[in-house]
């Protein structure tokens, strides 16, 4: 494969700090020809290479490694450094596509999912490790108006697209019966309207069964009753029908979550996507990009203030469907996950937001995956 | 039964000394204050004072709210300030350490797109 390496301030002396020697099994493959462009640096290599001079690209190529579809480049110190692949020549190598025709085999329980899937390797091969979206089988975006129900929107959002992928069914469930089912577990009330953890529906979610949208409609805040117990429909009062058998709860690093597969780990979501899975997700909110348009025309990231990341001031649940990996929205070349909002359609991208890499590393909390439902 | 009797002598004699002992140890205080409503506080200087502003779900109709606090520099440390717990909601917590002894006030604000005020709630804190 050929790839252009877009680095700031110098490759040329990213070579001499480089270190030929990595083992075979972490060299998937190797670059065969390099084009020099413009380059971006991160800034602790930037420090190192200022003073170098001379490009050696034997040492260059046997210094970079693949992970998935990443360029690592190996420092003398043993650090890794990840390169953006900014271009992909569009006709692979004959190894290229040996590797393509066995990821095509390994995608055949998913391959649905792909958004213009084939089985031409030339186009597979640019999407496997870099598009997954599983937006075509979600049910419709809804709407949480005033209240802070997203936990409820998003882990019903879930059951719903799981339904529809392995059991062909649509439904529309009631997000009002889970919350109040989460408020009971949490003793309060949905007139409180306190939120919740979002990791812990699943749990709630699978000692105690939803019912329908049409059983137990959502209203706005205003429209509940004082008394928490006398808004709970007779049909939905003993038990409902629809709910988890068996969930995955995915913490973040902050939380406990283990060293790699946790819900900071980018490349752990991708590969629970590229198996299929959508995630019930809760994150912190910071920055205005959430406000200022940004989630409309482009991708909510990670904001400085003063050299630190801004300060959260919230917190919110969605559900994460997909991710674009070295893709481009609107021009510009770029890294996030796609998820399933409930602001309805006038917001984000007809209700999709797009979220960083960046972002979900550092505001990332914890979620859970649906393996079986009962019904 | 003498036995029984001095043991639990010497165990009352050992208890008040405790008592003693523990009222030596100076302590600071932990203050939680949700505030919806304008309170007041009296505390120890040393104490630490957790204050929740009210929260607002995170929906579109509330994207522009934002949360700011004033207070006086001179008698508190803010020591740090997180947001609310779990999903679905935003606001602040703030925590502040009481480190001069005064009456001010702790006042947490919610600014439209504008920056403009639209709610200022007040806690009144003494401090000894």
């Not at chain 1, 480089?18 to 998937?28: F, H, I, K, M, N």
């Not at chain 1, 490349?267 to 205005?288: F, H, I, R």
């Not at chain 1, 770029?334 to 979900?360: L, P, Q």
Request: hydrophobic content about 35%; some cysteine; charged content about 20%.
């Amino acid at each position: 494969m050929r790839i252009r390496l877009s680095m700031v301030g110098g490759v040329l002396a990213l070579l001499l700090v480089a270190q030929v020697p990595t083992t075979s099994q972490e060299r998937v493959h190797q670059l065969g020809k390099i084009k020099v462009l413009t380059i971006k640096v991160p800034p602790e290599v930037a420090k190192t290479i200022s003073s170098k001079k001379a490009l050696n690209l034997e040492l260059l190529q046997s210094s970079i490694t693949y992970r998935q579809s990443t360029p690592l480049l190996k420092l003398r110190d043993g650090k890794q450094v990840a390169l953006l692949p900014v271009e992909v020549e569009p006709m692979p190598s004959p190894r290229e596509r040996e590797r393509a025709k066995m990821q095509i085999a390994q995608l055949a329980p998913y391959k649905q999912y792909i958004q213009h899937a084939t089985l031409d390797p030339r186009i597979v091969v640019r999407l496997i490790g870099s598009t997954i979206d599983h937006r075509c089988c979600q049910t419709a975006i809804r709407d949480q108006l005033d209240r802070n129900t997203c936990t409820a929107f998003a882990s019903v959002a879930g059951i719903e697209a799981f339904e529809r992928r392995n059991k062909n069914r649509d439904l529309d469930l009631s997000e009002q019966h889970t919350y109040h089912i989460t408020m009971v577990d949490t003793s309060s009330t949905c007139r409180q309207d306190p939120g919740a953890y979002t990791y812990m529906l699943a749990q709630y979610l699978t000692n105690s069964k939803n019912s329908t949208e049409t059983q137990f409609p959502y209203t706005d805040w205003l429209s509940l009753p004082t008394n928490d117990s006398t808004h709970v429909p007779a049909a939905c009062s003993n038990v409902g029908t629809y709910g988890f058998t068996d969930t995955q709860v995915v913490l973040g690093t902050d939380w406990g979550g283990p060293a790699d597969q946790n819900a900071n780990n980018p490349e752990y979501l991708e590969s629970l996507l590229t198996a299929g899975y959508d995630m019930v997700y809760g994150m912190y909110v910071a920055g205005t990009d959430w406000s200022d348009g940004t989630a409309e025309t482009g991708i909510i990231d990670v904001q400085n203030y003063g050299g630190s990341p801004a300060e959260p001031y919230g917190g919110h649940a969605m559900l994460l469907v997909g991710f674009v990996r070295g893709g481009s929205i609107y021009g510009v070349r770029a890294r996030y996950f796609i998820f399933k909002n409930s602001w309805n359609t006038t917001r984000g991208h007809e209700g999709y937001f797009y979220i960083s890499y960046d972002y979900i590393r550092t505001y990332g909390k914890y979620g859970y995956i649906i393996k079986s439902v009962a019904d | 039964m003498r036995v029984v009797s001095l043991v639990m002598i010497a165990m009352l004699f050992g208890l008040s000394g405790w008592q003693e002992m523990g009222a030596q140890v100076s302590r600071s205080d932990f203050w939680r204050v949700e505030l919806k409503e304008a309170q007041q506080l009296t505390v120890n200087t040393g104490d630490m004072i957790l204050v929740k502003s009210r929260t607002l779900a995170f929906v579109p109709a509330n994207l522009k709210k934002t949360f700011d606090v004033t207070y006086d520099r001179s008698r508190f440390r803010l020591i740090a300030e997180k947001p609310p717990e779990g999903e679905g909601s935003i606001g602040k917590q703030y925590y502040f350490l009481a480190v001069a002894s005064g009456t001010s006030e702790i006042t947490i604000q919610i600014k439209d797109l504008h920056g403009e005020v639209v709610e200022a709630i007040k806690l009144e804190v003494t401090c000894r």
